[in-house]
C-alpha cells in the first residue's frame, strides 16, 4: 500500500491514496449495508498486513464504507445462516487475524517507530458495533 500504483485489486474493498500520505480504505459491499463477510475479512487481513510490512509514507487511514446507508452493517447474517460450525469457526479466524493485522499497522515500521499511525472514520449515517469495535481495537493499542 505503499503506493496505489502497486495496490492490489480487492474483491471488497475500494482503496485511494488521497497524497503520498493519505489512504482511504473503503468497504465496497453496498447492497449489503458492507457488512463483513468471509471475503472482506480476507482482504483487510491483506490490506493491512501489506501496511505493517511496507508503510512507506503513510501516515494515515480513513476507513470508509461505500453507498449512503452505513459504514459497516457489522457481520453478514445472510453469509452466516448457511454456515457448518466448521466455516463459523474458520471465519471467526480470519476475523481475528483481520484485527490483530488492523492493530498492528498502528505500530508498523516507519521513520519514527514510537509513533501511532492514526486511522480516523469517516461515517455519514449508521455505524454499526462492528465498525467502532474495529476502531476502537486501533485506539486502545
Known sequence: MSAAQNTPAFETLALEQVDEHVTIVRLNRPDASNALNTQMGRDLVRCFED????PANLRCIVL?????????????????RGMTDEQWTRQHVIFERMVRALMSTARSRSSAPSMVRPMAAAARSQ?????????TQHALR
Open 51 to 54: 501496511v505493517a510490512l511496507d
Open 64 to 80: 470508509t464504507g461505500s453507498g449512503d446507508k452505513a459504514l459497516c452493517a457489522g457481520g453478514d447474517l445472510k453469509e452466516r
Open 127 to 135: 455505524v454499526a458495533a462492528t465498525s467502532s469495535t474495529l476502531l
